[in-house]
């Protein structure tokens, strides 16, 4: 699930959205649209990929009569693939996005797809065709067409990870 709001598709933001509303923490007058609460986020995806966590600013009502841990009640609306692990009262200028101070994204593919495609193969005649004598590997060491692989077949779905860091400003 990607985290920006589309109408037509299901998505991170939304889904919280959705919980936030559904809680009290985001009022009824302001559900219809998360730029009333000046929803913002550290980071962003795209659709299709999947992000490890990231840091959602906005504006929300924090105590809610009879919600005496509201982090758990929210997740109790969330569906079991999407966690909020807290809640951090901040400065009103506080932005996830402007206030970020680095993003690190990690790619993660299977190995097999780092393997130089079988001579003879359609592939291989469609790199020649177009001039690749070599085959560059991540150590970048070429992988020339006479060298055997050496990789493994291993390896972990595509996905993308968000590590946000952010500047605090004090404590609440």
Partial sequence: MQIQPHPNSRTIEGVLFDALVKVGAVSQDNADNPVKVSLGRAART?????????????KVINVIPGVPNLV??????????????????????????????SRKYSYYFPSYLMVPPK??????????????????????????????????????????????????????
């Fill in 46 to 58: 795209d659709a299709g990929v999947h992000a490890a966590g990231n840091v959602v600013s906005m």
């Fill in 72 to 101: 758990a009640r929210i997740n109790e609306e969330l569906p079991p693939e999407i966690r909020l692990w807290s809640i951090l009262r901040v400065q009103n200028s506080f932005n996830a996005r402007t206030t970020c101070d």
């Fill in 119 to 172: 001579p003879g193969s359609g592939v291989y005649q469609t790199l020649i065709e177009h001039g690749a004598d070599t085959i560059h590997i991540p150590s970048g060491q070429p992988l020339r067409r006479s060298q055997p692989p050496r990789m493994t077949y291993g390896g972990s779905a595509i996905t993308e990870s968000h590590l946000s860091s952010w500047l605090r400003y004090g404590r609440p």
